[in-house]
């Protein structure tokens, strides 16, 4: 069932288009998020969701009613902004019950009410607070109680993981993934970050200039993307130059493959792109790895702790690949590089 | 060095605004203060007590300018809070020419608005009354109202009231409980300044109220004009002290108000974590 549906939304900002044609479905209890570079529409996107932006054209269906018609408090559409948004003049326990407090839900039931959310969310030292004297972490989670206390029928959470330093940012993202999966509650972030987006979400949407290019699992995006700009933004990609395509075999300066797998539906103009971790680095050796490698040359080493990064160079071609570790070779070795047409991505 | 320029500025400036006042209060209470003696030679409470005489016309005149002035303060505030907050956050055609033309009041003189508008007042019936008389007071309070609300706004945006809809609230409660504490400084200087500008008006009070209304400036200015510093010291007095009292009383009353509005949840939490 799908509890959130986008059809064919547009929205112009005077001339500039900010949503192209839009189309998005997010089932039930899903948490999904929208992924892209910063201007990108994301943020608008959750604005027409929640009634405070009107799209020019398209249509919004939250649980399967039609709500383009219906101002942003009859929505029950919660977003929480990246800014928190807390109200400076309400203290902490003020801020949660706020939503309640709109509601008219008489006072003995919001109390009890409010007191169980600050403790769901870890709070219940900091009720009486506020806002200006509890830290960032706290922030973000009053934010996130104060949306929840009120039952909504979809969440949005506008880059909740920026404005946080990486430890902040991992317990967050816990969090989040923790009390979206006991409570069900369909949930669309939008971030930036791609890492952000892999580790929450059951589906990402990644958004470039207003357009939705690409909706799907995370395995999917990573493994399977549409187009270069996708796989770029998901990670280091290497380029892998085609010389020749008949109609078994794929020939490119690392190898000839077989036209299976991702490499069926492989065209002259498509784009043929690796990983750095689907190179295989090693020694010289024909034994072990068959005449499947070509021969190069290491051109420069990058150390990153958990992994090396190799920079060689094939009959010209210049590529990245990545080892565990720190690595066996230097700056000007010969090295053998393979790699199979399993990790091979295709796209446009 | 700078420490001591600064303190002298202090000193220079404080002396510029209380010196004046010093002579006012000595004026009140001096009869004569002939050129060259140095002290006032002859004191009395007349002035004062004059005015405070109980059914004194300076007494009513006084009640009278405070309920204008107060009404006038009321209205002003919810024509500019609205007028504010259009131009500080909404994007519309013609604004920039909005935000000049409503400043206008302070730029054309108001015996010229005066005049234009007390034809009509007489036509509607209006003029002789202390309707007419609140009703253009609130013209020359209206630029300084517009523009210390849109500075506020632009400061402080709609991303407070776009979070309270979110979270259910509707058109009327994001006002009351979010639109409302947000711009309170704003509530507090401009509402000030309006009752100040409203309790000090002569000419207009004047051309409408026709006499029959009498605030207390009316009272006060012929006895600046008939040289009698006595009276006129007296007069002023009062005027400054009731000026001063109505900022107090309005910033009291605020904070009681939003304390009451938004406070009871908070009240309530704070206790419970005192306790605890």
Known sequence: MKEVYLQDISKKYGKEETIKNLTLKVNKGEMISLLGPSGCGKTTTLKIIAGLVAADQGKVFIDGLAVDHLPTQKRGAVIVFQDHRLFPHMTVGGNIEFGLRMQRVPKEIRRKKVQEMLKFVGLQDHGGKFPGEISGGQKQRVAIARGLIVSPKVLLLDEPFSNLDQR??????????????????????????????????????????????????????YETPKTLEIARFFGEVNEIPIEKIDDVWVYTVLGIFPKIRALQTIEKSSKLLLRPEALVLSKEDKEAYGDRGVDGKIMNRIYAGEKTYYEFDVKGFRGKASVMGKGLWQIGDSVRVSTSEESMIVCE | ????????????????????????????VTVSWPFPEIIPQELSLRGLREIFKPGSRALESLITSIRISLFVMILTLGITIPGGKALGIYQFPGKGFIKIFVLAPLIVSPVAVGMGIQGTFIRMGLTNTELGVTLIHIVPAIPYGVRIFT????LVGDEMEEQGKVLGAGSFQTFIHITLPTIR?????AGSM????SFSQYFLTFLIGGGRVQTFPLLMVPYIQSGDRMMAASYSLVFIAVALLALLIIEKMLRLYYSKNSGIAGVFYRRKQVKS
């Open chain 1, 168 to 221: 902040l940012k991992e317990e967050m993202r816990n969090f989040i993934v923790d009390i979206q999966r006991k409570l069900k509650i369909t949930t669309i972030l939008v971030s930036h970050d791609k890492e952000d987006s892999l580790v929450t979400s059951s589906k990402i949407g990644v958004m470039f200039d207003g357009e939705l290019k690409q909706y799907g699992t995370p395995e999917e995006l």
């Open chain 2, 1 to 28: 060095m700078e420490k001591r320029l600064s303190g002298m500025l202090f000193i220079i400036l404080s002396l510029t605004f209380i010196l004046p006042l010093v002579m006012v209060l000595i004026w009140s």
């Open chain 2, 151 to 154: 500075n506020i706004f632009e």
């Open chain 2, 185 to 189: 400084p704003g509530i507090l200087s």
């Open chain 2, 194 to 197: 309006i009752f100040i500008i």
